[in-house]
T-cell receptor, first 114, second 114 residues
Framework: QKEVEQNSGPLSVPEGAIASLNCTYS??????FFWYRQYSGKSPELIMS????GDKEDGRFTAQLNKASQYVSLLIRDSQPSDSATYLC??????????????FGKGTKLSVIP | DAGVTQSPTHLIKTRGQQVTLRCSPK?????VSWYQQALGQGPQFIFQ???????QRGNFPDRFSGHQFPNYSSELNVNALLLGDSALYLC?????????????FGPGTRLTVT
């Protein structure tokens, strides 16, 4: 089982719809969770971080964390064509071996259709 | 507020050669991590530097080495280049204060080995 898994997509949504991106992780001791957006040919950009169970909202973005299910999601409301990118889920273990590194999924490619 | 900077932007090297990549962290950050991102994959952790020492290392061979300077900037060195080393090399900076583990990426260096 891979440490961080994401559906590679592509995920296509119409403009104005809600895009839902999902991520599961294998290390139950993971403490910190991040979503990065990566446009083609560019570097990853941090858009959301979440550390405790529940929802965290920032503008059109909502991150959801369920540690019992080892599941993190990102919702993008009112999706815009400019949201078309690859979204990377990253996990930090928080303690012990490997505690300083981020472990990434392969990313989900999102396409917002005008 | 200057973000993370990396140089050079692009680099073409021949198999067997050596390469040095450079990174300056975001203002106020004291920790630098290096990642390798192959096409279609998420970034993979190479190592992290803090207080001029390698604090953690990922699953990369000894051909990959680094250094951190007193001003927190960092170098990544790769010896005996292989074709498989062709990738986007990302530097990420973070701060040890706050314990949030948020890492911010620079624009990356695209290395091509021929």
């Amino acid at each position: 089982q891979k440490e961080v898994e994401q559906n590679s997509g592509p995920l296509s949504v119409p403009e104005g719809a809600i895009a839902s991106l999902n991520c599961t992780y294998s290390d139950r001791g993971s403490q910190s969770f991040f979503w990065y957006r990566q446009y083609s040919g560019k570097s990853p950009e941090l858009i959301m971080s979440i550390y405790s169970n529940g929802d965290k909202e920032d503008g059109r973005f909502t991150a959801q964390l369920n540690k019992a299910s080892q599941y993190v999601s990102l919702l993008i409301r009112d999706s815009q064509p400019s949201d078309s990118a690859t979204y990377l889920c990253a996990v930090n273990k928080g303690s012990g071996a490997g505690s300083y590194q981020l472990t990434f999924g392969k990313g989900t490619k999102l396409s917002v259709i005008p | 507020d200057a973000g993370v900077t990396q140089s050079p932007t692009h680099l073409i090297k021949t198999r067997g050669q050596q390469v040095t990549l450079r990174c300056s962290p975001k203002s106020g950050h004291d920790t630098v991590s290096w990642y390798q991102q192959a096409l279609g994959q998420g970034p993979q952790f190479i190592f992290q530097y803090y207080e001029e020492e390698e604090r953690q290392r990922g699953n990369f061979p000894d051909r990959f080495s680094g250094h951190q300077f007193p001003n927190y900037s960092s170098e990544l060195n790769v010896n005996a280049l292989l074709l498989g080393d062709s990738a986007l090399y990302l530097c990420a900076s973070s701060s040890t204060s706050g314990g949030l583990y948020e890492q911010y990426f620079g624009p990356g260096t695209r290395l091509t080995v021929t």
